[in-house]
């Protein structure tokens, strides 16, 4: 369903769609989280339309952990670039947590 949500043109016999379904669970498993996460999903879906092939280009990433005073708790940060189209990108989010 979330597969054709994402305008995905798929039917449950297709080749691959059981492939996918299992590493979703295999990351799902390992603590990952996709009901909220659909750009990850259409991600891991990828494989399912040749669209989505090439989609970006991965440029690298860098992860801070750190403490803000003797009695906080550590903050992850986490910066990553890609590029779309041609165009580098970079994004950075924070957290008590995974990022």
């Known amino acids: 369903m979330k597969a054709r949500e994402?305008?995905?043109?798929?039917?449950?016999?297709?080749?691959?769609v059981k492939d996918v379904l299992e590493e979703l669970k295999r990351?799902?498993?390992?603590?990952?989280?996709?009901?909220?996460?659909d750009a990850s999903v259409e991600i891991a879906a990828?494989?399912?339309a040749q669209a989505t092939q090439g989609?970006?280009?991965f440029e690298g990433f860098r992860v801070i952990i750190e403490r803000r005073g003797?009695?906080?708790?550590?903050v992850a940060e986490a910066t990553v670039k890609v590029k779309v189209?041609?165009?580098?990108m970079h994004t950075?989010?924070?957290?008590?947590?995974?990022v």
Do not use: H
Not at 27 to 33: A, C
Not at 85 to 88: A, C, D, F, T, V
């Open 55 to 57: 989609a970006f280009e």
């Open 27 to 37: 990351l799902e498993f390992e603590g990952y989280e996709f009901e909220a996460a």
């Open 70 to 74: 003797p009695e906080s708790s550590l």
């Open 46 to 48: 990828g494989p399912l």
């Open 85 to 88: 189209n041609g165009k580098s």
């Open 6 to 16: 994402l305008g995905f043109d798929v039917k449950r016999a297709d080749s691959g």
């Open 92 to 98: 950075v989010a924070e957290c008590v947590g995974p």
